[in-house]
């Protein structure tokens, strides 16, 4: 019996009571901390023992303990919750202390957005939850997201929400749609048709309003005008074919004044392109000269003074500037410039927004020029659209000068690309080496099979 009494005296020396163990648990750790997590076990007697042991003010949680306890246990719940900022809990809580608390619902999902989809899976009153929807779908509205809340709105049977927006986001496809759900009669929704085309022509979208003109608007000439603006020219021609005459005139009025207009356009570009690589050219041999006669001299390229840049470069003033033509010289080898100062001087040159000769920067913004030059695939698209619709219209003439012309400014811009990136990983410009109509010869001869040229009609190919 003594051995067991000292046993018992030496596991209570070793092991603390519940009182030292918290005491010891808030010497340790934020007394708030702690509070919260007793809290959070929804325990309130727990949480008033570590309150009275963390020294604080009865006064500042007596009164919130007790008003909680007096609440039913789901409305304890969801506001022990909200104190702690745990919303899905919260709403958990508040969903399942019955149909009297869904106002209160809706406010915390309202607040919080992050929970309208727990909301729709918690709440099961059909009408209950069509109101959720609804709020969700306004609140996609707020955030400027037409689209999603459309087909949300759709879900909870909002049609005029839902079409105004479709409409926001210039859906003009599901404001229709929409309009037949709600059972527009014709009139009304032809008026809704001329406004649409109105809107989405204004929009920058020509083929879309087309398409309401010609099948809900009944407009065929409208259609062929729109259809004509979009420059989608074998639709134009289709849509003229089956219904007016008038609309074959008008499309090969249209077409031919535009290939007259494109190939002004690609010969003034042709022009630009050789005045950029000759210019581009220049200014790389000046500053390979440059270079070269700063290691002569053993000098860096950061004490040249503006006297030396400027009797290095009067020894070129006999070089042509903007003149497409054929230079002669010795090559002049030295090092190149680092890729830090290229990219340094190409954001400087485009913070500027155009070439300025004479900048550092110059160099590398007329590459990035001549690259900009290149044909998108849009306008190869609609080149070749135009092509074929001056073909069907008996127009081969004027469809192979176009194509002629448009191939010879491709080449010549996709030439000048590749010549200037080679020379720009080069210590040295050989005219002999770097010769632009090589590498125009070069590009006509093994890109014509390639998807840069496949605009082009095998009809018109010149051997």
């Not at 909301?119 to 779908?137: C, F, H, M, N, S």
Request: charged residues 30%; hydrophobic residues 40%; glycine residues 4%.
């Amino acid at each position: 019996m003594e051995l067991l009494n000292s046993s018992d005296a030496i596991r209570k020396k070793s092991c603390p009571s519940a009182e030292e163990a918290l005491k010891h648990l808030l010497w340790l750790l934020d007394s708030e901390a702690v509070f919260e997590a007793a809290l959070g076990l929804y325990d309130l007697n727990l949480a008033a023992i570590v309150a009275l042991n963390s020294q604080r003010d009865p006064k500042e949680f007596l009164p919130y303990l007790q008003e909680l306890e007096k609440m039913p246990e789901s409305l304890m719940h969801f506001n022990i919750d909200i104190k702690l900022k745990r919303f899905d809990s919260a709403l958990r809580s508040i969903v399942s202390a019955g149909d009297g608390y869904f106002s209160d619902c809706m406010n915390l999902i309202k607040k919080n957005p992050q929970l309208f989809p727990l909301g729709l899976q918690l709440i099961t009153d059909p009408e209950k939850k069509r109101a959720v929807l609804e709020a969700w779908a306004d609140h996609l509205i707020d955030e400027k997201r037409f689209e999603d809340a459309a087909t949300t709105y759709l879900c909870c049977s909002k049609l005029e929400k839902a079409s105004k927006a479709y409409r926001e986001c210039g859906d003009w496809s599901g404001v229709l749609r929409v309009g037949a759900l709600m059972k527009l009669s014709k009139d009304e929704i032809l008026k809704l048709a001329y406004e649409l085309c109105e809107e989405v022509n204004a929009l920058g979208k020509p083929a879309e309003a087309a398409k309401i003109a010609l099948e809900y608007c009944k407009d065929i000439s409208g259609g062929i005008s729109l259809l004509i603006n979009a420059r989608e020219w074998e639709e134009a021609l289709r849509v003229a074919f089956l219904h007016t005459a008038d609309g074959i005139t008008s499309v090969k009025s249209s077409a031919l004044e535009c290939a007259s207009g494109l190939l002004s356009e690609f010969r003034e570009s042709i022009e630009k392109v050789g005045k950029y690589l000759t210019r581009y050219l220049a200014v790389r041999q000046r500053r390979l000269l440059l270079a070269a006669k700063l290691k002569s001299e053993e000098r860096s390229v950061v004490d040249l003074d503006e006297d030396t840049a400027s009797e290095a470069s009067s020894n070129l003033s006999g070089m042509s500037a903007y003149t497409l033509g054929t230079r002669r010289g010795s090559a002049a080898s030295v090092s190149s410039s680092t890729a830090t100062s290229r990219a340094r001087d190409l954001r400087r040159q485009r913070k500027s927004g155009k070439i300025r000769a004479g900048s550092a920067g110059e160099e590398m913004a007329l590459v990035d020029h001549l690259k900009g030059m290149r044909m998108t695939d849009g306008g190869k698209r609609e080149l070749k659209s135009l092509l074929i619709c001056l073909v069907t219209l008996g127009e081969t003439e004027s469809a192979q000068k176009l194509q002629q012309t448009a191939e010879n400014f491709q080449v010549s811009q996709v030439a000048a690309v590749e010549l200037a990136n080679d020379t720009m990983s080069s210590e040295s410009v050989d005219e002999e080496v770097y010769s632009f109509e090589r590498y125009a010869q070069k590009t006509r001869s093994t890109a014509r099979d390639s998807d840069t040229f496949s605009w082009m009609l095998k009809v018109f190919v010149s051997p």
